[in-house]
């Protein structure tokens, strides 16, 4: 609820908002434009006997961020509910690659 009062108060703000959030089936994967926002709905197999270890490294959320930032090129990244859905090795994927771009222009 708090993630999507922030982006609600953003879009109302005159920003471009995307939203990045895990599914739980395959066919609900995709881009959808909801309440002025784009969200990108990622799916990614997720497993509790290796929870520990998706929630600082998991691959496929890893790759679905990086698709999500290259496109949208983000100007700000804000992260809640971090998991085994998204990574803590996704946020600082992000944070290197926001840092690069900036040295780099």
Excluded at 29 to 57: C, D, I, K, N, P
Excluded at 79 to 101: G, K
Aim: glycine letters at 4%; one cysteine or more; aromatic letters at 8%.
């Amino acid at each position: 609820q708090s993630t999507m009062a922030i982006a609600r108060g953003l879009v109302a703000a005159g920003c471009e908002v995307s939203v990045l959030t895990w599914v739980p089936g395959r066919d609900e994967a995709g881009m959808v434009e909801w309440e002025g926002m784009r969200v990108h709905r990622f799916w990614a197999r997720l497993s509790e006997r290796f929870r520990a270890y998706t929630t600082v490294y998991h691959a496929q959320a890893l790759r679905a961020l990086d698709r999500v930032v290259r496109r949208e090129r983000p100007h700000l990244v804000q992260a809640h509910h971090v998991s085994n859905a998204i990574s803590y090795a996704a946020l600082a994927r992000v944070a290197t690659q926001e840092a690069a771009r900036k040295l780099s222009s």
